[in-house]
């Protein structure tokens, strides 16, 4: 951040200084932009180099980790651009694009990043001058703004993982550390339920002599029921148990639940990812009473928040200290907050308990994974820890419910649920979205209003 | 590694003059997987073309990148002469070096650079091109019309005269729609039944239609080509093949009462009847809510009426599916009711109607013969106001749009009265008058030169009963706003077209889009007015906007020749470039969850349900699965695919990041280096 654009950069070739030319990278729709940009060619307009354009059917197509991989790459700035709102060939990609780039923009920048680097426009295929000007304007902003070093500097700089530099230790063990004793009425209610045959499993916890705190249980039997325990404040969330094939293949399911649970099932229901028909809910209130036995409705109503909690600002399920968190975090500086989340990152192991721990994140194979194409580099360095830390907040925007089992399971101490609560504050702030209070609502990503409120795209 | 050639074209001097082609090519020599690099004066020409056919066999190419003028202009050619020498037309790239580079910049250096770029970019992703072919679609020859109003019933009939075989549904009891009940229409005064009624009998006559009256679409599966659309017969406890018409049954019912939805509320009907003497089929039908064999089961004069014993309380609604290739929507419109406007006379004096009402009234075939009469008292008017725009250009009501033919048949209801009452005073409150069409001004003049409408433009504000008349308040917005109160015996309001209540729903089951009014929005409102967004629906007549019945007719016809163009081909080719969803062979099957974000956004509903099970037929997991014949190939569902299972052929994940990867390398070595 210190150094200067005049101060060679450290990928450049080595031949002396060559003056800095923005590298932009532009992906447009091939209806609207692509033509654009053709158009601004047949009228023989001028415009400045530095753009490199790939073609894509629709904004629909343009998922944010290419805008990510193409700063990755080396971009020094990213437009997307289609067709204005209403024009889509495909009726609505271009609204659905807009929704995802309100969120993207919103994580960028709570993560520090420098916004200006990424321009959204809609530019019609009629639009050659627009599309002409946009490239200037934007190639004479990035000119100014120089070589992305931060970037650069996060890319060059391999394995900081590895750097011994305050990586806490493991969080202390459960630090009321009395005994895990069994709930008398959770286990009788359990035994009846599976005496009946109302449900085939019960999930929840029990004692662990080596954890020293509750470790998850199934219990199949009446017998085994008597081992359940009541769930901990800092217990992990249950419903990421749903996510086991095996267990889906014992329905009906008894799942021990507090709150916090409640609010990931009613995603999970939302997303149409589990039948409340086949769930029966042992439920306790956040005192850690046992309120008895209820379907996931009931519950629900049980559990509702107070009316109080529901600030414009504090995305519900979230704690108002994660919130606190957050607000102190964007009172900082861009640049501030940008090696806020380097330190954050650099300490990750990529050992994915965030992932494991999370209700939401339940894909089959996660794109982390994946080599074909290599979306980013799979190793615990910088680009790999930061790509994968905005590619899993992304993937959970209006879908995470702030339980903090991320956080909890993280062995290094990431302040995970912060980047869980930005976007959920995003998500509340400009689509009045909260994950999980409405189980009818369609997913935050799944809809669009053709009036959705934005004031950045050109 | 991947042989692939590289072809640059000067195109003359308009790539090669800021361009330096050859530096082109010998630079793309340089990139991994390319065996041979040229440039040419002009590759479109025909020995341009043979110069790339010639390298594909000789150099046995696996993939060619173009570097030319832009893909919209040449990709087609240069994908028939790749295929000419057996490559597969889709591992032929175009990189635009013309729109995009040569001819908006000047710098030979930097659009030389640019111009490498853009080919290292396209020979990366040309690496990952596959080989595809056109997704062949079978298709079924028979057709759906939606609605049997004369958009549906012109539709139809043009259809099965193309030799095509019609499914006609229409919701209420007979066709018709609102060209039945009106009087006469514009602006030739002949009579709408006298020229609608033979339509209809053509119509339900024809051996190529089927007619489903009283009948709705209940559900519609498929894709172009390849519908299967439920149809809820609705029961109309009468026996059709049975039932003769002969009116027996609706002469014996005792409810003789009830309000005719057919004459606007204004004449009576039986609750066993057809809505209009000339209706089509000429079956009867129940109103089951107003029966009172149904209520208090004591009536049943009618079954012991019926000299074939038609009538059968004990019908049951019946659902039957139908395989069509093609579907036009004709569903038409409503009028805004009077009850929408409070603020004349509440919404509800009896002398107060719309402009449907008063249809009615100059119709021969209405309540009062024709004759022009106040529905309160049966007096014929003497005063009658007729306020145009009522609901429509009201962008504070919701509604911004001109309904369009108001102008048009309030100058004719104006005259209509005239003729009818010479002695009357028909005054016309209007907004603007607009009389755009083939005989249509000549209309409106006769209206005021020859039969001496007053028109005032105004706006109006109130209607009010006063003594036995009703005074309506306006403001002239011709000189000044001043206030003014006419006295009046009838009111007429030129109320708004409105889309149908159930429009959103309909266009819900068919897939289609409608715009914020609720109008099915067509592909393009100037170059393909006709076809939805969805392919194999097409539109006509009012449930697309407001239109009168020429511009209607022309729709129904335009849509009757995209049915019949699209059923002329054998079989239907579409673009390979769709979506697909991830499989492999056991244990992984595949790498989508089924989370179906997809099939949340997928605009085509081209998203299927599959289930994969193991030898025993036990469940393993359900995965989405793209209908290749319902796909766009916009990508959407790629974008909202987390775990990456779904992919778009021409446009896959590994082709654009190994463009991204193409362009950091540049990053690295700068042409200038090589």
Redesign the interface.
């Known amino acids: 951040m210190e150094k200067t654009p005049e101060q060679p950069s450290q990928v450049a070739p080595s031949a002396g200084p060559t003056p800095f030319e923005p590298r932009l990278v532009a992906f447009l729709c091939k209806w609207c932009t692509y033509t654009g940009a053709d158009l601004a060619g047949t009228s023989r307009l001028t415009y400045a180099p530095n753009v490199r354009a790939l073609m894509l059917p629709c904004t629909g197509r343009i998922d944010v980790t290419f805008v990510l991989k193409a700063f990755l790459e080396g971009a020094d700035g990213v437009l997307v651009s289609g067709c204005h709102p209403g024009d889509c060939h495909y009726t609505a990609g271009n609204f659905r694009a807009r929704r995802r780039w309100i969120l993207f923009r919103d994580l960028l920048d709570t993560l520090g990043f420098d916004l200006r680097r990424f321009e959204c426009a809609w530019i019609s295929a009629a639009e050659g001058q627009k599309f002409a000007r946009t490239i200037d304007t934007f190639t004479r902003s990035l000119d100014a703004l120089g070589p992305y070093e931060e970037m650069r500097r996060l890319c060059a700089d391999r394995w900081p993982g590895l750097a011994p530099a305050g990586r806490p230790a493991h969080p202390p063990a459960d630090a009321g550390d009395q005994a895990v004793a069994p709930c008398p009425e959770l286990a009788a209610a359990a035994a009846q339920a599976l005496e009946s045959g109302k449900v085939r499993v019960v999930v929840g916890w029990t004692a662990s002599p080596t954890l020293g705190r509750p470790r998850l249980a199934w219990a199949t039997t009446p017998e085994e029921a008597s081992c359940l325990a009541a769930p901990r404040a800092t217990s992990g969330n249950l419903a990421r148990a749903l996510r086991s094939r095996k267990l889906r293949t014992l329905e009906p399911i008894g799942l021990v639940v507090r709150a916090s649970e409640i609010v990931s099932l009613t995603v999970l229901w939302q997303e149409g990812q589990l039948d409340p028909g086949k769930l029966i809910l042992f439920t306790f209130a956040p005192g850690g009473e046992f309120l008895g036995v209820m379907d996931l409705a009931a519950a629900r109503e049980m559990l509702r928040p107070a009316s109080a909690d529901q600030q414009p600002s504090r995305p519900a399920p979230f704690s108002p200290e994660i919130v606190a968190r957050l607000d102190e975090l964007m009172a900082r500086p861009p640049a501030e907050r940008w090696a806020f989340w380097r330190g954050q990152f650099d300490r990750c192991i990529k050992c994915y308990a965030c992932r494991q721990s999370c209700p939401s994140c339940g894909c089959d194979r996660c794109l982390a994974e994946k080599n074909q194409p290599q979306w980013f580099p799979s190793a615990a360095d910088g680009p790999g820890n930061f790509a994968w830390h905005i590619v899993r907040t992304f993937h959970l925007a209006g879908r995470c419910t702030g339980c903090g089992a991320c956080q909890a399971a993280c062995p290094c101490g990431l302040e995970l649920n912060v980047l869980g609560a930005a976007m959920a504050r995003s998500a509340l702030v400009h689509f009045g979205y909260t994950a999980g209070a409405d189980p009818q609502a369609p997913p935050l990503q799944a809809d669009f209003k053709p009036d959705d409120a934005e004031r950045f795209i050109l | 590694m991947a042989r692939i050639g590289v072809f640059v074209c000067h195109c003359g001097e308009n790539i090669a003059r800021t361009v330096d082609c050859a530096g082109v090519a010998a630079a793309s020599l340089e990139m991994p997987g390319v065996a041979t690099a040229v440039d040419y004066r002009y590759l479109c020409s025909d020995p341009g073309q043979a110069l790339i056919r010639e390298a594909i066999v000789k150099v046995g190419l696996a993939g060619v990148v173009i570097a030319s003028c832009?893909?919209?202009m040449h990709e087609k050619t240069f994908r028939r002469a790749a295929e000419a020498a057996g490559l597969n037309p889709y591992l032929c790239e175009i990189a635009?070096l013309?729109?995009?580079?040569s001819?908006?910049?000047?710098?030979r250096d930097?659009?030389t650079?640019?111009a490498i770029?853009?080919v290292r970019?396209h020979v990366a992703r040309a690496r990952y091109n596959a080989p595809l072919v056109p997704v062949r679609v079978p298709l079924t020859r028979r057709a759906l019309v939606v609605g049997g109003g004369i958009a549906g019933i012109q539709a139809a009939l043009d259809i099965a005269e193309g030799g095509v075989e019609v499914v006609l549904v229409e919701r209420s009891p007979s066709l018709g729609g609102h060209m039945a009940q009106l009087s006469e229409t514009f602006p030739t005064l002949d009579c709408s039944q006298c020229i609608l009624t033979p339509r209809m009998v053509e119509a339900g006559t024809h051996g190529r239609i089927r007619l489903e009256a009283y009948s709705e679409v209940e559900k519609v599966e498929g894709y172009v080509g390849n519908f299967q659309v439920s149809i809820r017969r609705k029961a109309r406890y009468v026996d059709p093949n049975r039932c003769t018409g002969c009116g027996a049954c609706w002469q014996q019912c005792p409810m003789k009462k009830l309000k005719s939805v057919f004459d606007e509320g204004l004449g009576k009907r039986t609750a066993i009847g057809v809505p209009f003497p000339q209706a089509v089929p000429n079956k009867p039908v129940i109103d089951r809510e107003n029966c009172i064999q149904f209520k208090t089961k004591k009536c049943g004069r009618c079954q012991k009426a019926c000299p074939v014993g038609a009538i059968d309380f004990d019908q049951q609604d019946d659902l039957v599916t139908e395989q069509v290739g093609a579907i036009v929507a004709a569903t038409g419109f409503q009028v805004l009711g009077k009850e929408a406007f409070p603020l004349y006379a509440d919404g509800d004096h009896p002398d107060v109607i719309t402009g449907l009402q008063f249809e009615r009234l100059a119709s021969a075939s209405g309540p009062t013969g024709g004759e022009i009469r106040r529905p309160s008292d049966g007096e014929i008017p003497r005063t009658v106001v007729f306020i145009q725009c009522a609901g429509s250009r009201e962008p504070a009501l919701g509604r911004g749009y001109c309904s369009k033919i108001c102008c048009m048949y309030t100058a004719k209801h104006a005259m209509l009265y005239k003729h009818k009452y010479h002695p009357g005073r028909p005054i016309v409150l209007c907004m603007d008058v607009r009389t755009g069409g083939k005989g249509y001004d000549e209309f409106w003049r006769r209206a005021t030169e020859q039969d001496g409408v007053l028109y005032i433009r105004s706006r109006s504000a109130r209607v009010y009963p006063s003594g036995g008349r009703l005074v309506v308040q306006a403001a002239d917005t011709l000189l000044g706003g001043e206030r003014m109160e006419l006295e009046a015996d009838l009111v007429v309001l030129a109320t708004a077209m409105v889309p149908q209540p159930d429009a959103r729903a309909l266009a819900r089951k068919l897939g289609i889009?409608y715009d914020?009014d609720g109008w099915y929005?067509e592909v393009h409102p100037k170059l393909r007015p006709v076809e939805c967004?969805s392919a194999g629906i097409f539109l006509a007549g009012a449930c697309q906007g407001p239109k009168d019945i020429p511009e209607t007719v022309a729709q129904a016809s335009a849509a009757a020749s995209k049915v019949l163009g699209l059923f002329a081909a054998r079989e239907l080719l579409r673009e390979p470039?769709v979506s697909r969803v991830h499989r492999a062979p056991p244990p992984v099957h595949?790498?989508?969850?089924g989370?179906?974000?997809c099939e949340?956004?997928c605009?085509y509903r081209a998203i299927e349900r599959e289930e994969i099970r193991d030898r025993k037929g036990n469940l393993i997991?359900v995965v989405a699965r793209v209908n290749a014949g319902l796909c766009?190939?916009?990508?959407?569902c790629?974008?909202?695919c987390?775990?990456?299972?779904i992919d778009?052929e021409g446009?896959t994940?590994?082709q654009?990041?190994?463009?991204?990867?193409a362009?950091?390398e540049s990053?690295?070595?700068?042409a200038g280096?090589r």
Do not use: M, Y
């Open positions: 832009s893909p919209r635009n013309r729109e995009q580079c001819w908006v910049h000047t710098d930097q659009a650079r640019k770029e853009i970019a889009g914020s929005s967004a470039l595949s790498i989508c969850g989370c179906f974000a949340q956004v605009p997991k766009q190939g916009c990508g959407t790629v974008a909202a987390r775990a990456k299972a778009l446009f994940d590994e654009i990041v190994a463009a991204l990867g362009l950091a990053n690295v070595e700068p280096a």
